[in-house]
Nanobody
Framework: QVQLVESGGGLVQAGGSLRLSCATS????????MGWFRQAPGKEREFVAA????????YYADSVKGRFTISRGNAKNTVYLQMNSLKPEDTAVYYC?????????????????WGQGTQVTVSS
């Protein structure tokens, strides 16, 4: 079974940057597209970004497009989320997950093997 562990969260001022990592176990990492989601207090978990198995294609939520970049290092079994120009509204717990549904989906129901999350807090 694939296990995912997120890291890299923290406290940053508005306009700053963070890079999140999602380390995976198992030999099948490169077989799956991966995604990042986030959940702010009192809100539903929402899609952030996704990347194909080989890393050649990506898609993003409109709210982060142009500021966040998803990438992956298959040799290291790791997915990354580079977050630039952070805003207070980016404050949330960030989760990575494996795509189990159709490419292009943004539904949490189409992702699985969720990690425990990493907290990102952006101060104004």
């Amino acid at each position: 079974q694939v296990q995912l562990v997120e890291s890299g969260g923290g406290l940053v001022q508005a306009g700053g940057s963070l890079r999140l990592s999602c380390a995976t176990s198992g030999r099948t990492f490169s077989n799956y597209a991966m995604g990042w989601f986030r959940q702010a207090p009192g809100k539903e978990r929402e899609f952030v970004a996704a990347i194909t198995r080989g890393g050649s294609n990506t898609y993003y939520a409109d709210s982060v497009k142009g500021r966040f970049t998803i990438s992956r290092g298959n040799a290291k079994n790791t997915v990354y989320l580079q977050m630039n120009s952070l805003k207070p509204e980016d404050t949330a717990v960030y989760y990575c997950a494996r795509l189990t549904g159709t490419w292009g989906t943004t539904s949490t129901a189409d992702f699985g093997s969720w990690g425990q999350g990493t907290q990102v807090t952006v101060s104004s």
